[in-house]
């Protein structure tokens, strides 16, 4: 891994992905995040079925959190944010104490609050120089990484040098998105594949509760197309959102075949692994 940059590093980007299949079991996680380079790698107690792994080395700290999807299993497990209960705002403030940060996923926020004493813990406790502080997960881990870092950077202001996110879900309104790229919006590397559904919920425009109008993205998108060609460009993105209607009604049948196939950690993985050529080209 690279850890002298905090622009996009193909070896980051699959290193990171890695890490965040080695996040979905704790023992794994150990064994995987040693076999990256890690010398201390810690999982944190298990909160709600919310698992964080705390790894270092010389060079950096890096935070890494389980998402909600079972290759094993091959089904999404809702567990408690693709409900409409769970998709409500809450604001920043509320969560971590910093005012004007806009309002982030209620359920989110729910399932980082409870583990957040130990992780901050054992960061300070594994930093034992100038490592850098870097983030990573997929599906829920990715909003659960993206969140992290926010209340590193807006709450404790400790600066992140990186933060890579796959299959990762809607996190914030328009004031968090809009500050969250302000201030991470260089370092945050957000994977989108193909047809992984679980990206666009919740939906952008959310009419079930007052004053609730709006759920958004921010970092630097990298969308591998049908044939598994990355991109950065908006535009990839912007027809996939025109492509379906997607809101939490009829996701139990959009969460079959491709678009559950293209969400899958492992899939990730592949798509970076064949595409090493284009993606050493990216540029933004």
Known sequence: MNFKTTAWDYDNHLAFAKASNAAYDADFGVAGLKALGFDTVVPLPVVND??????????????????????KQGKLDPNNWVTDAEAAQVPFEDCFGVPQIGSVHEGFAKALLPIWASLTAEVERQRTGAQGLWMAGHSLG?????????????????????????GQPRIGDITFCTLSDNHLGDVHFRSVNSQDIVTRVPPRIFPHFPGLEYYGHS??????????????????????????????????????????????????????????????????
């Open 50 to 71: 919310i698992l964080g792994i705390v790894a270092s080395n010389s060079e950096a700290v890096v935070c890494v959190f389980r998402g909600t999807i079972s290759e």
């Open 142 to 166: 990715g909003s659960l990484a993206h969140l992290a870092a926010a209340a590193f950077t807006f709450a404790l202001r400790e600066p992140v040098n990186g933060v890579y996110t796959y």
């Open 219 to 284: 970092g630097k998108l990298i969308y591998f197309d049908d044939s598994g060609v990355p991109h950065t460009d908006e535009v990839y993105w912007n027809t996939f959102l025109a492509s379906v209607d997607v809101g939490f009604h009829d996701m139990g049948d959009l969460l079959d075949g491709q678009v559950i196939t293209d969400h899958f950690i492992g899939h990730y993985i592949a798509r970076i692994e064949a595409a090493q050529t284009a993606l050493l080209g990216l540029k933004w």
